[in-house]
């Protein structure tokens, strides 16, 4: 059973920068596409990116192109959340979530999903508060 763990958040200055990490228990980030998602005060649990584990192409929604990038660390076992120019509206809670049948399952040419129901396994989240 995986079970995922975010860390790196914290309290931020607004034009900062950020690095969230994923790691896991019961298994290897390898064998999982992840990503990443986010929850603001009040608001609904939004997609950011995602990395896949066929080739490690990425998904990103329109509203975090530019400033957030997804890479994965095969040797550490990471999947990490960059985000730079950081703005008081990205203050919430930061989760990152596996889903492991996209490489078993989904199109070759798919790209992995931005969605909740995309993936079965989540963290606790990490929380990210950005000052103005």
């Known amino acids: 059973q995986l079970q995922l763990v975010e860390s790196g958040g914290g309290l931020v200055q607004a034009g900062g920068s950020l690095r969230l990490s994923c790691s896991a228990s019961?298994?290897?980030?390898?064998?999982?596409?992840i990503g990443w998602f986010r929850q603001a005060p009040g608001k609904e649990r939004e997609g950011l990116l995602c990395?896949?584990?066929?080739?490690?192409?990425?998904n990103s929604a329109d509203s975090v192109k530019g400033r957030f990038r997804i890479s994965r660390d095969n040797v550490n076992d990471r999947v990490y959340l960059e985000i730079d120019s950081l703005e008081p509206e990205d203050t919430a809670v930061y989760f990152c979530?596996?889903?492991?049948?996209?490489?078993?399952?989904?199109?070759?040419?798919?790209?992995?999903?931005?969605?909740?129901?995309?993936?079965?396994?989540w963290g606790q989240g990490t929380q990210v508060t950005v000052s103005s």
């Open positions: 979530a596996g889903d492991g049948t996209f490489r078993t399952i989904s199109h070759p040419q798919a790209m992995c999903g931005l969605y909740l129901f995309n993936y079965d396994y």
């Open positions: 019961g298994s290897t980030l390898d064998d999982y596409t």
């Open positions: 990395i896949d584990n066929r080739g490690g192409r990425t």
